[in-house]
Structures are given as structure tokens and as C-alpha cells.
């Protein structure tokens, strides 16, 4: 398996944009979760899906972030408009099926965003 | 409230040696899991070691071994004869049946 792939890898946008991120799981995984990295507050969760349903998205941040998951193998993380303090790397990951709690999560290698 | 603190930012420890990396977490719940991930330089998270709350005995991955302590919420990581490929970020992780939270990670330089 090619594990979890997120593209792309490097986002350079100017305030204002619109930033659309990428991910597709390991197939066969159900859960789904996107993650926030920055210096200052490590790794956030912003919200997670099960079986393509959003299950608790109490991490976005704000209105700006939305995030889909039209089907098992896709899912996206938009910012609408984007601003320098969303300047972060975001990370997808996956896990199996079964109690999400106490399955490894597999992670992709990341998106590094930067909004100029 | 931060429900995982990794109270050292930095650490380093010389080639072959042994470090402890600490983290304690706070939670209300009885059955929770604990995990240790590694990030190095190439950003890709991977899982370095488990541990079940309900399960006293410590979890050992080789060379990596965890000190848990339920009572103290106290999850510590220890690394044995490291290695240069151990230098990266070490972020622990609590997880159960609906929280998800990472500490702010500990970076981990190995001297040769």
C-alpha cells in the first residue's frame, strides 16, 4: 500500500486565497483525521471523519476551515479565505477499522502551507 | 487545558546511550491508550510504541520501552543504545473513545 497521500506537498498562497488540501487514506481504513502543526501549539486536531461522516470537528478553528470527505478514498481541507496565521503544516491520517481509540494512526507526509 | 504535557522541549543524549523522553497526561476516563510517535526530519509521523491503560505491564519495541504510570498519569519513553537514526521529534499521544491529543513534542538529538 502506497500509504496516506496528501498532496500537495508545499502550498505558497497570498492572503486572501482560497487553499484547498488534499488526502486520500489507506484503503480499507475508515477513520480519517486532519492535523495542524505549528511551532507554537504542536499538533492540533482539526476534526476527524468516520465512514465519511464528520464525527467531531470542535478543532477548526473558525468558519474559514471547512472539510469534506465525499467518499472512503478522498477528503479535502479548504480555507476560504486564508490568512498568514494559517500558516502551518497539515497533516492527514488514517486508521483502521474498530475502535478508533486505540488503533495506530497512519499519517501522510504532510502539507506545508504558507500564506504570504 | 492541556490533557498532554511533554515537559521538555529539548533533550539530547550521547551515541549508544540511554534517554528518557517524559510525558504525563490527565484524564478522568479508566481505558485510554498511550502512544509514542516519531517525526523526523522527513516529517513522517510514525508509531514508535503502544500502550493500553487497562494493561500494567510496560510496553518494549526493541530498543524503546515506556515506564506507565496509571496512578501518577505519567508515560515516559525510554530509549536504549540510540542511535543516530533516533534523532527526530517525539510526540506522545492519549487517545479514548472520543479524545485525540498530542503533546507539543520533545526533540531528541543524538551526539555521535
Known amino acids: 500500500d502506497a500509504g496516506v497521500i496528501q498532496s500537495p506537498r508545499h502550498e505558497v498562497t497570498e492572503m486572501g486565497q482560497e487553499v484547498t488540501l488534499r488526502c486520500k487514506p489507506i484503503?480499507?481504513?475508515?477513520?480519517l483525521f486532519w492535523y495542524r502543526q505549528t511551532m507554537m501549539r504542536g499538533l492540533e486536531l482539526l476534526i476527524y471523519f468516520n465512514n465519511n461522516v464528520p464525527i467531531d470537528d470542535s478543532g477548526m478553528p473558525e468558519d474559514r476551515f471547512s472539510a469534506k470527505m465525499p467518499n472512503a478514498s478522498f477528503s479535502t481541507l479548504k480555507i476560504q479565505p486564508s490568512e498568514p496565521r494559517d500558516s502551518a503544516v497539515y497533516f492527514c491520517?488514517?486508521?483502521?477499522?474498530?475502535?478508533?481509540?486505540?488503533?495506530?494512526?497512519?499519517f501522510g507526509p504532510g502539507t506545508r502551507l504558507t500564506v504570504l | 487545558a492541556q490533557t498532554v504535557t511533554q515537559s521538555q522541549p529539548e533533550m539530547s543524549v550521547q551515541e549508544a546511550e540511554t534517554v528518557t523522553l517524559s510525558c504525563t497526561y490527565d484524564t478522568s476516563e479508566s481505558d485510554y491508550y498511550l502512544f509514542w510517535y516519531k517525526q523526523p526530519p522527513s516529517r513522517q509521523m510514525i508509531l514508535v510504541i503502544r500502550q493500553e491503560a487497562y494493561k500494567q505491564q510496560n510496553a518494549t519495541e526493541n530498543r524503546f520501552s515506556v515506564n506507565f504510570q496509571k496512578a501518577a498519569k505519567s508515560f515516559s519513553l525510554k530509549i536504549s543504545d540510540s542511535q543516530l537514526g533516533d534523532a527526530a521529534m517525539y510526540f506522545c499521544a492519549y487517545q479514548d473513545g472520543s479524545q485525540f491529543y498530542f503533546g507539543t513534542g520533545t526533540s531528541l538529538t543524538v551526539i555521535p
Open positions: 484503503s480499507g481504513h475508515d477513520y
Open positions: 491520517a488514517s486508521s483502521p477499522p474498530g475502535p478508533a481509540w486505540y488503533n495506530e494512526q497512519f
